[in-house]
C-alpha cells in the first residue's frame, strides 16, 4: 500500500509528462487516497486533462478538482 507522499510523487510525475500542462502551476495534494488538485489553467481542457493525470496514479480513490480556469491567462 502506497503513502499519502507516494500517491502525491507519483501524480506530479503524472502531471509532468502532460507537455500542455504547465505542472508548475497545479498544487496536489493528498490525504487518505484523495487527491485534491488546486492552482489555475487557462483552459477547461486543460483543468480536464489534470483530472486525468491524476487518476492514472496507482491507488488514487477520488480526485477532487478545484482547479480553476481562467481564460485571461496569457501566459504562465
Known sequence: M???LNIQMDV???LSWEFLLNDDKIDVAVNSGIV??????DSHSKK???EEAAWRAPEVDHVENNIIVN???TSF
Open 2 to 4: 502506497k503513502t499519502d
Open 12 to 14: 506530479i510525475d503524472g
Open 36 to 41: 485534491t488538485l488546486t492552482g489555475m489553467v
Open 48 to 50: 480536464k486533462l489534470a
Open 71 to 73: 481564460n485571461d491567462i
